[in-house]
């Protein structure tokens, strides 16, 4: 039986992901019509960039809680509450753009409010998987997660750009119903997860940074992410390639934007069917160095078709790289540390993210946007060997986990 079939008969797992499914839809839908109602209200630039900054702050600001209180707490209620908050936010904007009273400062209060439920959801939603599928299956659920995602990526902000030209209620309702619906799947899971009756501490705070530091092959697979990342992030330059190099329109942004999310669920469906089972570690640096390759080749490219070949094979390998690391730390990890090992991976997936974004304005604005972008890709590989050379443990990982020979 194939793991696909397997999954789908793991009722838990189903409602899993049917929870991230409608979770993951309707921040889509959020974030592109309070991007539009905020551009509408003040046509400011910069403010849409500080909607952006205040989501992720509370990532920032509450990184010693959102893991502790996974951990703490059941995980079940956790992931609940934080998508009732998240569908609150979504029906006060709906209440609000009805009466005309949505401001300014209240967009920065919902972003801040958004992001804070956000900030406690994914670690939790993170730490929640292994406890819903059987070990052997775990590989599988990762990728078949991960194409909810990857989806909604794609399909719900061309939804709510379609709808909010019919106003902007007709997406903040439906992304209360489907917050809605998220929370009623996630309390359809059993209770598999015994919270850690560790007293609050500035030490149990902490443990997540400390257990990532005190294990070499789970700091090397997290921070070889981040830097490669960091240094090779591109998407805040692809208006810049779009309409100055491959001369194309809004339409060719849209594809271009849209690529490497392609590449990442046609990655994601294969490897639902096909987990990667051995040679983990090679195959975990590989991807990262063919997402340095397709980088260099973008940068290259006055293409647009070849451009958005090289970004949905970017968006693929990151796919490969992605769900081997976000099974190998869970699988590493002891269920009572899951949640604040994994607050601290989404910072610094989160920073790396952002980081690299600004690295990549910084770099265009004194090398130029070519070399900015070439310099990136060159980076990525750059850091797959020193990373094969300090973490050489990694590098040679055969399993997800340990087996008894390696124990």
Excluded at 64 to 88: E, I, K, P
Excluded at 197 to 211: D, E, N, R, T
């Amino acid at each position: 039986m194939s793991n696909p079939q397997q999954l789908r008969q793991h009722r838990p797992f189903i409602f899993f992901w049917f929870a991230r499914v409608f979770t993951a839809s309707g921040f889509q839908m959020l974030t592109v019509a309070i991007g539009w109602h905020m551009y509408e209200l003040t046509g400011s630039v910069l403010d849409l960039g500080l909607v952006g900054l205040v989501e992720f702050l509370p990532k920032v600001l509450f990184i010693l809680l959102t893991g502790h209180v996974a951990d703490r707490f059941d995980r079940r209620y956790v992931a609940a509450l934080c998508q009732s908050a998240q569908g609150l936010v979504a029906l006060t904007l709906l209440i609000g753009s009805s009466a005309g009273g949505i401001t300014r400062e209240m967009i920065f209060l919902i972003a801040f409010l958004l992001g804070t439920a956000r900030a406690f959801e994914m670690p939790t939603t993170q730490a929640l998987l292994p406890n819903v599928v059987p070990e052997k299956l775990f590989a599988s659920a990762v990728a078949a997660s991960a194409s909810a995602i990857q989806a909604a990526t794609i399909i719900a902000p061309a939804l709510g750009g379609l709808l909010y030209a019919l106003g902007a209620g007709w997406v903040y309702g439906p992304a209360t119903l489907l917050y809605g619906a998220a929370l009623s799947m996630m309390l359809c899971l059993p209770t598999q997860h015994v919270p850690t009756k560790q007293k609050v501490s500035l030490q149990s705070l902490l443990a997540g940074f400390k257990f990532i530091r005190s294990r070499p092959v789970v700091f090397g697979a997290v921070s070889m992410d981040m830097v490669a990342v960091l240094l090779s992030g591109a998407t805040a330059l692809l208006p810049v390639f779009a309409k100055d190099i491959l001369l194309t329109g809004p339409w060719g942004l849209g594809l271009l934007r849209s690529a490497p999310a392609v590449g990442a669920v046609v990655m994601s469906i294969w490897l639902a069917r096909h987990p990667i089972e051995r040679r983990v570690g090679p195959v975990m640096f590989s991807a990262v160095a063919v997402f340095g390759v397709a980088t260099i080749g973008f940068g290259l490219s006055t293409s647009l078709w070849f451009s958005l070949l090289t970004l949905v094979l970017l968006g693929a390998a990151d796919m490969i790289s992605m769900v081997i690391r976000q099974a190998f730390v869970q699988l590493q990890t002891p269920d009572e540390m899951r949640g604040r090992v994994s607050a601290v991976n989404g910072l610094f997936i989160g920073a790396s993210n952002q980081l690299g974004d600004f690295r990549a304005g910084v770099s265009a604005a004194w090398f130029g946007t070519v070399p900015a972008v070439l310099i990136g890709g060159f980076g990525a590989i750059l850091v797959t060997g020193l990373w094969m050379r300090l973490f050489p443990e990694l590098a040679k990982r055969d399993h997800l986990h340990r087996q008894a020979n390696e124990a």
